[in-house]
């Protein structure tokens, strides 16, 4: 599968469990995961989730405009992904813009997010 | 230096040598280099290069608004820097919204751009 199948996969269900059943996230963090949410560092699974479930929406649905990808390093599986899209949430008909970039790493056969960067971008 | 600061001093030596003499940009890239632009894989310093320098516009100004960054690996001084802004082209007064993501790979004391991906946000 080439790296933009894989990062395609990877945000379809990213945002699907977002925005269905946040928890299920934790799947996708490890204790090293480092989360940059619109500022504000936050380390480890355990302190993401608890970010992320106490956000001040309760729907939220993302529409994914772009995504792209990258191998991280050279003879390894890691990649950077890069979206852009929108945000919609709670009953707000103003979908709001986002972006957010990923570096995912691989491990057992799989990936998790080492790297989160996300920001509104507002205006 | 923290690695807010670092990521900082980049995009505004990145940016500002963009704006004024691209072909200065140069310096920032290597062989393995890569970017992605609008969603076209380029790979090496000198095809990056070529692509920079022949895009559709003369006068080009970045406004930066965010800059996050967090370490790419462990135990390295490698970044991913996150940065959203706004272009400003010739003469046109409509700024263009931009995201993009590097990931810089430390090399002989400093940095060079191992991964850059660019996305114009239309609309």
Known sequence: MDI??????????????????RHGLALLYKDESMLTWEGQQILGVNAIIQKLTSLPFGKV??????????????????????????????DDSNPIRYSQAFHLVSSDGGYYVYNDIFRLNYG
């Open 4 to 21: 933009n199948a894989i990062a395609r996969k990877f945000t379809d269900f990213y945002y699907q469990t977002f925005d269905t059943e």
């Open 61 to 90: 649905q993302h529409q994914v405009s772009t995504v792209d990808a990258q191998p991280s390093v050279p003879n390894t599986a890691n990649l950077i992904v890069s979206v852009t899209g929108f945000l919609l949430v709670d």
